[in-house]
């Protein structure tokens, strides 16, 4: 019996599209994920909304945005129906890349040019939000497998890979004619791994300065996606330039803020619990920003000295 071919189909739960749903579930997990630590840093709940709402448009935007580009320039126009179905998200077609290049330079600018009173560490924040753009991009990858799209190269019947993967998996991936290796899947589950590391391992504990993680992340994606790329099915050379500029900037902003920058925190190393076996204990480490001693402005100076004055006057009445 003949499989089913699966090009071109979009899988549906009703009227909604999984694509999407796939999309909202990994924005909810990422911003969860955030909000955790968020919280732990002891940021205004203002700080995170505004953030948010910067973020999740921006990023939207830049991901279509480059993937239009990149349409353009490989296929010399659209070609992905009418001129107005390149608003059609929902249909596929967002790059990674381009979200969240977008979401962070306008991050960014929001977090250097905020006038809150409680101001948010630019380091912290990029060890903070960054990884945790990995548990959205595991998430999303499942919204390719809806699609049918992110697959590699012919897979033999006789391959490991096909004896070894799900049934679901498998037919889903009878592609024009043949079976195609899961790219999708492997790209999800190296972004699991390195959610749970980078996230859960090195932020919880705090084991590196702030903002090596938030570089990590950029160094780690772009390794992923420069070595499967070529492995893709109508892979783009967009993407491979681009995952190339990430490894680069990744190794860069990764020994700056793990070598190179001041440190300027008070550090403390906090003991959380102790190995039985091997006695050792381990810590979790805090980077307490520390406070600069700017001059008084010509207002403070005059109520330090009023102050002054009125505490003198008492003294002198009180030895009168």
Same mark, same amino acid.
């Given at each position: 019996?003949?499989p089913?071919?699966?090009?071109?189909?979009?899988?549906?739960?009703?009227?909604?599209?999984?694509?999407?749903l796939?999309m909202?579930?990994?924005?909810?997990?990422?911003?969860?994920?955030?909000?955790?630590?968020?919280?732990?840093?002891?940021?205004?709940?203002?700080? *995170?909304? =505004? +953030?948010?709402?910067?973020? /999740?448009?921006?990023?939207? $935007? !830049?991901?279509?945005?480059? %993937?239009?580009?990149?349409?353009?320039?490989e296929?010399?126009?659209?070609?992905?129906g009418?001129w107005?179905?390149?608003?059609?998200?929902?249909?596929?077609?967002?790059?990674?890349?381009?979200?969240?290049i977008?979401?962070?330079?306008?991050?960014v600018?929001?977090i250097?040019?905020?006038?809150?009173?409680?101001?948010?560490?630019?380091?912290?924040? *990029?060890? =903070? +939000?960054?990884p945790?753009? /990995?548990?959205?991009?595991? $998430? !999303?990858r499942?919204?390719? %497998?809806?699609?049918?799209?992110?697959?590699?190269?012919?897979?033999?019947?006789?391959?490991?890979?096909?004896?070894?993967?799900?049934?679901?998996?498998?037919?889903?991936?009878?592609?024009?004619?043949?079976?195609?290796?899961?790219?999708?899947?492997?790209?999800?589950?190296?972004?699991?791994?390195?959610?749970?590391?980078?996230?859960?391992v090195?932020?919880?504990?705090?084991?590196?300065?702030?903002?090596?993680?938030?570089?990590?992340?950029?160094?780690?994606?772009?390794i992923?996606?420069?070595?499967?790329?070529?492995?893709?099915?109508?892979?783009?050379?967009?993407?491979?330039?681009?995952?190339?500029?990430?490894?680069?900037?990744?190794?860069?902003?990764?020994?700056?803020?793990?070598f190179?920058?001041?440190?300027?925190?008070?550090?403390?190393?906090?003991?959380?619990?102790?190995?039985?076996?091997?006695?050792?204990?381990?810590?979790?480490?805090?980077?307490?920003p520390?406070v600069?001693?700017?001059?008084?402005?010509?207002?403070?100076?005059?109520?330090?000295?009023?102050?002054?004055?009125?505490?003198?006057?008492?003294?002198?009445?009180a030895?009168?």
């Open positions: 019996m003949q089913k071919d699966w090009a071109g189909v979009s899988l549906k739960l009703g009227v909604v599209n999984v694509y999407s796939t909202m579930l990994g924005m909810l997990a990422a911003i969860l994920t955030v909000f955790y630590f968020w919280k732990r840093e002891k940021y205004t709940l203002d700080q *995170f909304g =505004i +953030i948010i709402i910067i973020a /999740l448009p921006t990023a939207i $935007i !830049g991901a279509r945005t480059v %993937f239009v580009i990149q349409q353009l320039i296929h010399k126009g659209w070609t992905n009418a107005y179905h390149v608003f059609f998200i929902w249909e596929g077609g967002l790059s990674i890349h381009g979200g969240v977008t979401a962070t330079i306008c991050v600018l929001y250097v040019f905020s006038k809150n009173p409680k101001k948010i560490d630019l380091k912290v924040a *990029f060890s =903070i +939000i960054l945790a753009v /990995l548990i959205g991009q595991a $998430i !999303g499942w919204g390719n %497998f809806a699609n049918h799209e992110v697959y590699g190269g012919v897979m033999s019947t006789d391959s490991t890979a096909y004896k070894i993967l799900p049934d679901i998996i498998r037919q889903h991936m009878y592609i024009n004619g043949q079976y195609h290796y899961p790219l999708f899947l492997y790209e999800s589950c190296a972004n699991l791994v390195a959610y749970i590391l980078l996230v859960w090195l932020n919880k504990w705090n084991w590196l300065r702030p903002g090596t993680t938030g570089a990590m992340y950029i160094l780690y994606y772009g992923i996606r420069f070595g499967m790329e070529p492995l893709r099915e109508g892979s783009y050379g967009i993407y491979k330039v681009i995952s190339a500029l990430y490894i680069i900037v990744g190794v860069l902003l990764t020994i700056f803020f793990e190179i920058i001041k440190l300027n925190y008070n550090v403390y190393k906090i003991p959380n619990f102790k190995n039985p076996k091997t006695h050792k204990y381990f810590y979790f480490i805090v980077y307490e520390k600069k001693n700017k001059p008084l402005t010509k207002k403070q100076r005059e109520e330090v000295k009023d102050i002054y004055q009125i505490e003198n006057n008492q003294q002198v009445n030895a009168k």
